[in-house]
């Protein structure tokens, strides 16, 4: 998540329609990948929420539903990415006591563990620390079961979330504020610090975020190998080799005396091992992202080849999705500065049945952090979940 934060006037929530369990878990006849609104082949729109909305982050569950997270409330919403864009979306959970929802992502077969916290848009804007708590929600039950499963009074500013499975069993959460991985063990509910590496730090005190999102790359025998991450302000993907628990790797003694995430952007040792691509300007910041090719056991955790892999990038603040590939060569390949096709995105993930395969879908946060200068005005068209082809 990541933003330019502006005075902002709210509207009330919007209806959505009941959830019907029944409805929700069967896949309609697919929708083809093109929109007469799209200026790019292969997007189209899934879901268009109201001008209130920043949509934060998505997993998609094994039956090809999205669940969608949204910041600017702390509502949680299935979506039927096969149905038509206006009858497609439920709210199907709330969460008292919290502003909004941020990182999601798989824990068993259809149950999800959810960031919540506070992050407010208006005046006074920003997050508030000690207001973060991790739950789980059980898609197996109707309605859905929700677990509050721990508090986390040592954060600041909770963001990416990727799981660890068996025998870890464990949720690695970001803390961009702070620029550390929390580790959270479902097993026996212990939160540990994992890693605290300057490469996740903030580049100053006076910018927002430092580590945004990120993902974990298993072996081929389905072993994590590498952290992948953003750090938003500091304008870079990179990564780092840690061990099957989520913990570093030791630096190289030629790196152990880098300090900040300067120190490595400028050091030419640290680049291909930690720093794999920088934004062309500081005007493009990355947020969240998926690589290629997926992890085989479950794409919302990541990928399955090392660090052979291809990215890509939710690049916000110029409204595109950014490829980088395994070599660090980038290119915009969907979406315009000026362009309300994809405005703010915030969050993607892969799509996971035949009907979808090779797609992947992008929430965003609609021009609440940074209105689209289009037509001669500023538009803000509220949050969206696109499908891009790939």
Request: aromatic share 10%; with cysteine.
């Amino acid at each position: 998540m990541l933003l330019v934060l502006l005075s902002l006037a709210f509207h009330p929530a919007y209806s959505m329609p009941a959830f019907n369990p029944t409805l929700a878990s069967t896949l309609g006849s697919p929708l083809a990948y093109s929109s007469t609104s799209s200026s790019t082949p292969g997007v189209r729109l899934v879901h268009q929420f109201p001008n209130s909305s920043w949509i934060e982050n998505i997993a998609v569950r094994a039956n090809g539903s999205l669940l969608i997270t949204e910041m600017t409330s702390p509502s949680l919403y299935h979506i039927n990415p096969f149905l038509s864009h206006t009858q497609n979306a439920w709210q199907i959970a709330s969460f008292p006591g919290h502003l909004g929802l941020l990182g999601i992502t798989e824990t068993d077969p259809d149950v999800f563990a959810v960031v919540a916290g506070n992050f407010s848009l208006s005046p006074p804007s920003g997050s508030t620390p000690k207001s973060y708590s991790l739950y789980s929600v059980d898609m197996t039950t109707s309605p859905p079961c929700i677990t509050r499963l721990t508090d986390f009074p040592q954060a600041s500013f909770l963001n990416g979330i990727s799981y660890l499975p068996p025998p870890y069993n464990s949720l690695l959460l970001a803390d961009s504020t702070l620029g550390v991985i929390f580790r959270y063990n479902l097993t026996n509910n212990e939160t540990t610090t994992a890693i605290a590496s300057p490469l996740l730090a903030k580049c100053s005190s006076s910018v927002l975020e430092g580590v945004n999102g990120m993902k974990l790359s298993f072996s081929s025998s389905g072993v994590a190998e590498y952290l992948y991450f953003t750090n938003a302000y500091c304008h870079f993907f990179g990564r780092l080799p840690i061990h099957p628990n989520g913990t570093a790797l030791p630096i190289p003694p030629a790196l152990a005396s880098l300090k900040t995430p300067e120190d490595f952007l400028n050091h030419p040792l640290a680049w291909s091992k930690y720093i794999i691509s920088r934004t062309s300007t500081p005007d493009y910041i990355f947020d969240d992202f998926v690589l290629y090719p997926p992890n085989p056991a479950n794409p919302n955790w990541g990928g399955g080849a090392g660090s052979n892999v291809t990215a890509y990038l939710a690049t916000g603040t110029e409204n595109i999705i950014t490829q980088v590939l395994a070599n660090g060569m980038s290119s915009a390949i969907a979406g315009n500065l000026n362009s309300t096709e994809i405005v703010e995105p915030t969050g993607l993930a892969w799509g996971r049945t035949e009907k979808d395969n090779g797609v992947i879908y992008v929430t965003t946060g609609g021009g609440l952090g940074g209105p689209v200068w289009e037509d001669g005005k500023n538009t803000i068209v509220g949050g969206q979940v696109v499908a891009l082809k790939i």
